[in-house]
């Protein structure tokens, strides 16, 4: 069974950084496609980025293009994404997801960790 949790959440000003974690278990983060997710109160969630097996790429939202990065530490088994540049829009729950082994649907998901810029 794999489970995610997420951690690196927290308050930070407009135009700071924060570096979340997603602490995978049950299966190797290497072999496996990794998304992050955010849900602001009020609204639906939204596909933030995502790295695909064997690290063969990485897309994100327009909005958060050229600030945030993901990657991942295979020895450590944890995913991350790196937010620069943050702005009080960004504020949110985000959620690391990943697939069933051979699927294409996220299917797992953490419990979230909540990110609030301040203006």
């Known amino acids: 069974q794999v489970q995610l949790a997420e951690s690196g959440g927290g308050l930070v000003q407009a135009g700071g950084s924060l570096r979340l974690s997603c602490a995978v278990s049950?299966?190797?983060?290497?072999?496996?496609?990794m998304g992050w997710f955010r849900r602001a109160p009020g609204k639906e969630r939204e596909f933030v980025g995502e790295?695909?097996?064997?690290?063969?790429?990485?897309r994100y939202t327009d909005s958060v293009k050229g600030r945030f990065a993901i990657s991942r530490d295979n020895a450590k088994n944890t995913v991350y994404l790196q937010m620069n540049s943050l702005k009080p829009e960004d504020t949110a729950a985000y959620y690391c997801?990943?697939?069933?082994?051979?699927?294409?649907?996220?299917?797992?998901w953490g419990q979230g960790t909540q990110v609030t810029v301040s203006s």
């Open positions: 790295i695909s097996r064997n690290d063969v790429g990485t």
């Open positions: 049950g299966r190797f983060v290497s072999t496996m496609k």
């Open positions: 997801s990943t697939t069933s082994r051979f699927g294409d649907q996220y299917t797992y």
